[in-house]
């Protein structure tokens, strides 16, 4: 019957919506479950992300691109880069959160983390098989999928180059389209190139919005590639250039730290507490010393800081 209904369901467009209807109502396929919300990520990324036009540009832009083109040459391939609490993490979230209907708890949507899931590295060869078995089974399963890798800064070095044939544009089989489906990559490793780029931006006077990604898309390659504490060190997916965008996450202003403040109090009722807003954004450490420019811990802490002010 679900067979059936399959064919009918992709088939005959004048009936699309009565069959999507019947089809979804009985089935938990991946079909079904993806739903993708481009104008609402959009918004998200614009209300909810501070500081960040690199990112917001970027991300909004290469998944609708990618989206958009029904037989995609290559999967969607985005490697976050920056310090910590500069909203890594939040970005991949609001991805899962607007492709799929059950947001990020969708079973398409897969999140691995080194410490968790690949903890030993003397382990490598065990982890490779496991992770490729693992990442071929659910595309198999859904062409749709999500895969997100946390903390590559402490991936087992090689583990993560068993994905190479999944990413480039050949990964064809018989009822599965591997090029449809999107990875994350998140990691702290090039955060320095970052930093600098965005510190001399502003010891020259510049707009923080006047730093271009072409600036550092280079540099964080390289500085990814040659970090020998990276997942990605010497890795054969950044040679074959299989990275579509290195996003770099800039170090966050007072300002941007006291913007966090002020939606996380309105989230609990509290808008109206500008003296919270105050207390947490100069409780916070800044770097450099000198000029304090740039949140040492970006975001991470406000949620603790606002406990402690409220």
């Not at 832009?61 to 310090?83: M, T, W, Y």
Request: proline share 5%.
């Amino acid at each position: 019957m679900l067979a059936v209904l399959s064919v009918l369901f992709f088939c005959f467009n004048p009936v699309l919506c009565v069959f999507q209807r019947l089809y979804c109502s009985i089935s938990d396929s991946c079909d079904c479950d993806f739903k993708p919300n481009i104008r609402d990520l959009e918004w998200d990324l614009y209300k909810n992300v501070f500081g960040q036009h690199l990112v917001q540009d970027v991300v909004s832009k290469e998944v609708a691109r990618f989206l958009q083109n029904k037989s995609p040459d290559r999967p969607l391939v985005l490697s976050f880069h920056g310090s910590s609490g500069t909203g890594k993490t939040m970005v991949s979230s609001m991805l899962g959160n607007h492709l799929y209907g059950s947001a990020m708890s969708s079973p398409y949507v897969h999140q691995f983390i080194p410490t968790l899931h690949f903890p030993s590295a003397q382990r490598v060869n065990r982890y490779q098989n496991e992770l490729r078995s693992w990442v071929q089974g659910n595309l198999t399963e859904c062409a749709r999928s999500v895969f997100i890798f946390d903390e590559m800064e402490k991936m087992p070095p090689g583990l993560i180059d068993v994905l190479e044939p999944f990413l480039g544009p050949s990964h064809v089989v018989f009822r599965t389209n591997y090029r449809k489906a999107i990875y994350v990559f998140i990691s702290t490793t090039g955060q320095e190139v970052i930093y600098k780029v965005a510190l001399e931006n502003r010891q020259a006077g510049r707009e923080r919005e006047e730093i271009e990604l072409m600036e550092l898309q280079d540099a964080l390659r390289e500085a990814v590639y040659s970090d020998n504490t990276s997942g990605f060190f010497q890795s054969s997916i950044i040679q074959q250039n299989l990275i579509t965008r290195f996003v770099p996450f800039l170090p966050l202003t007072r300002c941007h730290v006291q913007r966090c403040v002020r939606s996380q109090l309105c989230q609990r009722g509290s808008c109206s507490r500008h003296d919270v807003v105050q207390a947490v954004g100069g409780d916070m450490q800044y770097s450099p010393v000198q000029d304090q420019y740039f949140s040492t811990t970006g975001c991470k802490a406000v949620p603790a800081k606002i406990n402690f002010f409220l």
